[in-house]
């Protein structure tokens, strides 16, 4: 008894000390130049074409194989889309999914693959 009961005083502290951090880390600063680069959207197309249409259709339009998804994946051909949200927040998106839907994180995607994929869904709202 009188070893078990300093185990058990040291136990939250060992708790404490395994506890990890789960909030996701910031994204890093936004690579305007890359956004805007037309090599940087079609490499972002290309990643699009193998990982997304899938679900987003092959036009970005959010009509791709819906069966089966909790939610509506999004038309990113909507105009309006990008006016609600951030090049930081589709980062994030890409990255880590969106809980409470369909949308998987992408975590293999490297820093400069998923920017380039947010430099093509920032491109497929603009109007021609």
């Not at 136990?11 to 956004?35: H, I, N, Y």
């Not at 998804?69 to 880590?96: G, K």
Request: neutral net charge; hydrophobic residues 35%; aromatic residues 6%.
């Amino acid at each position: 008894m009188r070893r078990l009961l300093p185990a058990l005083a040291a136990l939250p502290l060992a708790l404490w000390g395994c506890s990890a951090d789960t909030s996701p880390a910031p994204p890093p600063e936004v690579p305007e130049a890359r956004l805007a680069s037309d090599g940087a959207r079609q490499r972002g197309r290309e990643i699009f074409l193998e990982h997304c249409a899938l679900c987003h259709g092959e036009e970005a339009n959010g009509l791709g194989a819906r069966r089966n998804l909790s939610s509506r994946p999004q038309d990113f051909t909507d105009p309006s889309w990008p006016q609600r949200t951030t090049p930081q927040e589709i980062y994030l998106v890409i990255r880590d999914g969106r809980r409470g839907t369909a949308m998987a994180s992408w975590k293999d995607l490297g820093e400069r693959q998923t920017w380039d994929l947010v430099a093509y869904l920032l491109s497929v709202a603009r109007p021609q």
